[in-house]
């Protein structure tokens, strides 16, 4: 079994930073991707950025030049380091992973999520 723990969400005013974590633990050969995904209310969950396992990163055109992708491999963490935050960028965010329990078989597993308000 493997869980994702999520932290840093919060309300911060428009202009300002937030950084999310979130580290998998439990039976892991390899993660293939970790990365964040986002929600806003009326909306569907959309891909903020990316990891693979390769060190290739992407990012919604929406956040890229603002917000920042990195994992620190030996910790089984992914950080979202977000600068510049707008309103629009509230929304409940969830960490994602594709990971490798074993040597065979896949797992996608979601965070619980953390919600992110930018005020105006």
């Known amino acids: 079994q493997v869980q994702l723990v999520e932290s840093g969400g919060g309300l911060v005013q428009a202009g300002g930073s937030l950084r999310l974590s979130c580290a998998a633990s439990?039976?892991?050969?390899?993660?293939?991707?970790m990365g964040w995904y986002r929600q806003a209310p009326g909306k569907q969950r959309e891909l903020v950025a990316g990891?693979?396992?390769?060190?290739?990163?992407n990012y919604a055109d929406s956040v890229r030049g603002r917000f920042t992708v990195s994992r620190e491999n030996a910790k089984n963490t992914v950080y979202l380091q977000m600068n510049s935050l707008q309103p629009e960028d509230t929304a409940v965010y969830y960490c994602?992973?594709?990971?490798?329990?074993?040597?065979?078989?896949?797992?996608?597993?979601w965070g619980q999520g953390t919600l992110v308000t930018v005020s105006s």
């Open positions: 994602n992973a594709v990971i490798k329990p074993s040597l065979l078989g896949y797992l996608e597993v």
């Open positions: 439990g039976s892991i050969f390899r993660i293939d991707f």
């Open positions: 990891s693979s396992s390769g060190g290739s990163t």
